[in-house]
């Protein structure tokens, strides 16, 4: 496998030199920054993950800051779910659509202050689209990157690790809730999320001076949790059903089609982007959809698109697929049409190996 | 050095076959696609790239399509090049910028048909800023990302491989202009362009399952020149002071910083986003400006940004550096403050692993 090459377009984080001397093997590159992606190996990674603790460099998960008076007005415009729901104590998951209800973002909103927004972006520079549609709206709000950088805290010995660092409070916090908590007398946002399904936190560390800090604290901390560096896992989050945007949902898709249905309000159609598409859409059917897939046999990686056939005709893709230590079996998701989306049905994926045996699966595997 | 994970989200190219057939050893990402860095190692591709010719996998450079009557009307909002010089052989290199004047992207403009432009970009999703700025004003025009991957041809011996390939009319072709050139009886779009100062052309392949065969193509007819799959070289390109977009220069800096003030035409400042930051530079000269630097002592790699001193005060930065082994220094560019930019000036860079002497030069060492 190749390697990456240092370079200073391709951003390091407040935890580059954590993750380094933690030992990362691999990287990926996400939002312009480096994304940590394995460290022993993926499937020994896996196994810590889902029983022990991991601290997460997701700086690249930025933070596009929104504020002024008409912040929540514009930020309204992009995405098809009813943001009244917005307060402050709640994180709320918004697909950012363009005029044809295509996926542009699957970011996360939080309130950082009273008018002051932060979309935790997915790998898009969303912030073009967001100031390419502002700057000739006149809306009383400003657009900026600003300097915070996310911290996860992913597993089931989360809240204990956290609790030593934050103190009690954090273990209250519910999940997709968010609250400020103290760290060297900075009240730090924590909000209980992040990429995994396996619990945890994740932490807007504010001010790249601020990053090692807290990433050596969690560490001095969390020694007999068994703590590690880690990173969101290939095989864990295809057991699990998290959706990677640019990968198994692109602009080519709706919200629907990626079962984000329960974030499209009908209420707000008519005051968003690619309203009137997915007002269509939700007359008449989605034409494909995200499913849960197993694969029989070898399969390599998954690092192209792996079109799906059933009867000799194309009928999804696969983007994602890795082997399940655990439920010994390859998993996968895909997008699959209509015609053949329900469960047991039998399908064939094609790889750059060759062509597998595989069957939509009910549910994800977590 | 860690490795590059395989990811659906980082898209393969058309030439990715290729370009792992002959032993690529690291790649970056760009516009969510892999960009290879280096074959042999650095040194080894750039004494090749200044005696022989390369094939490059420049896929990533994507391609942004306008079309419609509206089209051109519509890109020159975008950027402060006067757009009346565009003629249908010619290829025009456009800053384009924010409302504050700051680099959005640095594409390359081209005619591939009556009303439908490619819009060649640099690394960030220029998309989304022209979709969102555009989706509000009416324009007759459709913007989209199509199918085409530029392939590039570099090295002294350039001419003579595309003549083999292509006819020798490509010969003809002059710096910056562009025809269309027949390769199985498709006229194929070319310019004479590329990212190195060793001379060069750019194929623009339209559509995906053509890419190997011109690749092929390309091999099978330079066999006696020495030809080799190369890429955008490090040392190679900062000896020729290329600036490299999300590196040396960002949205934080304007055009006229980057030294592009011959593609700012004080007629159009008037109809384009940012004309009056950049009227009021040009009025009040530039506070910065990138400039050649050499810098003395061993240095490690330039993947961050290292600090510039002088008598103690910080007076800019350096992004790019790397030793050259033709000129015997370590070549570097940096953005410099107006009262430490004269030739001569002697300056401190702090890297990684300390400070180092440094001297500001008259010229880029090509």
């Given at each position: 496998?190749?390697?990456?090459s240092?370079n200073?377009?391709v951003?390091?984080t407040?935890?580059?030199?954590g993750?380094?001397a933690?030992?990362v ?5 996400y939002n312009h920054m480096l ?5 022993e190996?993926f499937?020994a990674d896996?196994?810590?993950l889902?029983?022990?603790v991991?601290v997460w460099d ?6 596009i800051q929104?504020?002024?008076?008409d912040a929540l007005r514009?930020?309204?415009f992009?995405t098809?779910?009813d ?10 998951y918004?697909p950012v659509?363009?005029a044809?209800?295509?996926?542009l973002?699957?970011?996360v909103?939080?309130q950082?202050?009273p008018d002051?927004?932060w979309?935790s972006?997915a ?7 967001i100031?390419?549609f502002?700057?000739?709206?006149g809306?009383?709000a400003?657009v900026s990157?600003?300097?915070v950088s996310?911290?996860a805290?992913q597993g ?7 609790a030593?660092?934050f103190?009690?409070?954090v273990?209250a ?6 609250g400020?908590f ?8 924590i909000s ?5 399904k396996?619990?945890g ?5 504010e001010?790249?001076?601020n990053?090692?800090t807290?990433?050596n604290a ?5 020694e007999?949790l068994n703590?590690r560096?880690g990173c969101p896992n290939l ?16 602009r080519e898709?709706?919200p629907l089609?990626?079962g984000?249905?329960?974030?499209v309000?009908?209420?707000q159609?008519?005051?968003?982007f690619?309203g009137?598409?997915l007002?269509?859409?939700l007359?008449e059917g989605?034409?494909?959809?995200i499913?849960p ?7 390599p ?6 079109p ?6 194309r009928v ?15 998993v996968?998701?895909?997008m ?9 049905t ?5 790889t750059q190996?060759?062509?597998r045996?595989?069957?939509?699966q009910?549910k994800?595997?977590?």
């Amino acid at each position: 496998m190749a390697r990456i090459s240092p370079n200073g377009r391709v951003r390091r984080t407040p935890f580059s030199d954590g993750v380094e001397a933690a030992g990362v093997k691999g990287y990926t590159v996400y939002n312009h920054m480096l994304l940590p992606t394995v460290f022993e190996s993926f499937e020994a990674d896996y196994h810590h993950l889902k029983r022990h603790v991991q601290v997460w460099d997701v700086a690249c998960e930025r933070q596009i800051q929104v504020k002024g008076p008409d912040a929540l007005r514009m930020i309204q415009f992009l995405t098809p779910r009813d943001l009244d729901k917005m307060t402050a104590d709640r994180c709320l998951y918004i697909p950012v659509v363009d005029a044809m209800g295509g996926m542009l973002n699957d970011p996360v909103l939080m309130q950082a202050a009273p008018d002051t927004y932060w979309i935790s972006i997915a790998d898009s520079d969303l912030l073009l689209w967001i100031e390419g549609f502002a700057c000739t709206q006149g809306f009383d709000a400003e657009v900026s990157e600003v300097d915070v950088s996310p911290l996860a805290v992913q597993g089931p010995k989360s809240d204990d690790l956290m609790a030593r660092v934050f103190g009690d409070g954090v273990r209250a916090l519910r999940f997709f809730s968010c609250g400020r908590f103290g760290f060297e007398g900075r009240p730090t946002l924590i909000s209980r999320s992040g990429y995994s399904k396996q619990g945890g936190f994740e932490i807007y560390v504010e001010g790249t001076e601020n990053g090692m800090t807290l990433w050596n604290a969690l560490f001095a901390a969390g020694e007999d949790l068994n703590v590690r560096a880690g990173c969101p896992n290939l095989i864990e989050r295809i057991e699990g059903g998290l959706l990677s945007y640019g990968n198994d949902m692109t602009r080519e898709n709706t919200p629907l089609e990626c079962g984000l249905g329960r974030f499209v309000d009908a209420s707000q159609l008519d005051h968003c982007f690619g309203g009137r598409a997915l007002k269509e859409e939700l007359a008449e059917g989605s034409k494909q959809m995200i499913r849960p897939i197993a694969i029989e046999g070898d399969i390599p990686p998954c690092d192209r698109v792996w079109p799906v056939y059933a009867d000799g005709k194309r009928v999804g893709q696969v983007k994602s697929a890795v082997w399940s230590p655990d439920h010994k079996i390859n998993v996968a998701m895909g997008m699959i049409a209509r015609t053949h989306w329900d469960t047991g049905t039998a399908i064939e994926v094609e790889t750059q190996d060759g062509m597998r045996s595989a069957t939509v699966q009910e549910k994800f595997w977590r």
